[in-house]
């Protein structure tokens, strides 16, 4: 799936990582995923997301690419898949990352996710939380 969309989004590379380090805490977006600051599978495209990729990702059954016979994605159940072998998904692109939360018991009933603008302010705030991502992937 994560291969797929990759090619959808006209990436020209695809990298994949396993990185088992445990990260801090204290300084999280919520206390209630602190037990997701451990061994993580990281997946990296070449590519960027642009509004139609951030909605279709968010779309189950209702993928923007219906109309497209030539997008791998185009039914809108892939994304589903990857809630079977990952505690929190998150999709970190340009300058956003979303970490979503379809069973709402990560940050709070009637919230399916959360989406933050990335900046310095926000990553220094909140260190720990995206540690895993300056650590492993360099922002």
Known sequence: ELIQNADDAGATEVKFLLDTTE???TSLLTQS?????????????????NDDDWE?????????KKKDPL??????????SV????????????????????FENRFQIGDPGREVQLGRPLLTDFN????????VLDV
């Open 71 to 80: 997008r791998t994605g185009r039914f809108g159940l892939g994304f589903v």
């Open 23 to 25: 990260y801090g805490t």
């Open 33 to 49: 995923v602190s037990k997701y600051q451990g061994a993580a599978l990281y997946c990296y495209n070449d590519s960027v997301f």
């Open 56 to 64: 279709s990702i968010q779309s189950v059954q209702q993928s923007v």
């Open 128 to 135: 720990h939380q995206f540690l895993p991502f300056t650590e």
């Open 83 to 102: 809630y079977h072998i990952t505690d929190m998904p998150s999709i970190m692109s340009a300058d956003r990352i979303v970490f979503f939360d379809p």
